[in-house]
T-cell receptor, first 115, second 110 residues
Framework: DTGVSQNPRHKITKRGQNVTFRCDPI?????LYWYRQTLGQGPEFLTY????????KSRLLSDRFSAERPKGSFSTLEIQRTEQGDSAMYLC?????????????FGNGTRLTVT | GIQVEQSPPDLILQEGANSTLRCNFS?????LQWFHQNPWGQLINLFY???GTKQNGRLSATTVATERYSLLYISSSQTTDSGVYFC????????????FGKGTSLLVTP
């Protein structure tokens, strides 16, 4: 068990470009979450998957954002036509649904800077 | 959505001191977790505590779900306890998204 892994750690892109982030959850975890965190704030929920099904999306997730978890294992988050307001830390987390306790485990995040 | 309020927003302690952090929430919850975000940004799960009391070393937490609050106790604080402490809750019948408060920023000085 190597924990939740996110790549890349940092991404600098120009406004208008597309970016994609990857998350590998803890191997036996069936729930996967994406959060966004800006300076001085708590993480904000974006979306979550149970296995390969995307079950909930926040209204923060505009149509420029899309997330996939094609085989119920790793997930990708794509942002199209990036804007400066998209600059943030993007956090992935996973948990095991159906267990008595299901604590959330976070990765180290991908820091996005849009110039 | 559910409101999560944490207090105090900032706290400075000398090493060895004790502290209590509070989390109030505006609706019934079936999941409450406490996290520590260290100065390098890593979020570590401290407690899964929708109700009752738990202890882990120098840390303990109590949630009184009927009164809609949770407390995190830090005893004999150490400089490594510095960082931001977040409370996160999942509202009953609202899916499985955890909603985070704004956190308590703790600095422990030598």
């Amino acid at each position: 068990d190597t924990g939740v892994s996110q790549n890349p750690r940092h991404k600098i892109t120009k406004r208008g470009q597309n970016v994609t982030f990857r998350c590998d959850p803890i191997s036996e975890h069936n729930r996967l979450y994406w959060y966004r965190q800006t300076l001085g704030q708590g993480p904000e929920f974006l979306t979550y998957f149970q296995n390969e099904a995307q079950l909930e999306k926040s209204r923060l997730l505009s149509d420029r954002f899309s997330a996939e978890r094609p085989k119920g294992s790793f997930s990708t988050l794509e942002i199209q036509r990036t804007e400066q307001g998209d600059s943030a830390m993007y956090l992935c987390a996973s948990s095991l649904a159906g267990s008595h306790e299901s604590p959330l485990h976070f990765g180290n995040g991908t820091r996005l800077t849009v110039t | 959505g559910i409101q999560v309020e944490q207090s105090p927003p900032d706290l400075i302690l000398q090493e060895g001191a004790n502290s209590t952090l509070r989390c109030n929430f505006s609706d019934s919850v079936n999941n409450l977790q406490w996290f520590h975000q260290n100065p390098w940004g890593q979020l570590i799960n401290l407690f899964y505590i929708p109700s009752g009391t738990k202890q882990n070393g120098r840390l303990s937490a109590t949630t009184v779900a009927t009164e809609r609050y949770s407390l995190l106790y830090i005893s004999s604080s150490q400089t490594t306890d510095s960082g931001v402490y977040f409370c996160a809750v999942e509202r009953v019948n609202s899916g499985y998204a955890l909603n985070f408060g704004k956190g308590t920023s703790l600095l422990v000085t030598p």
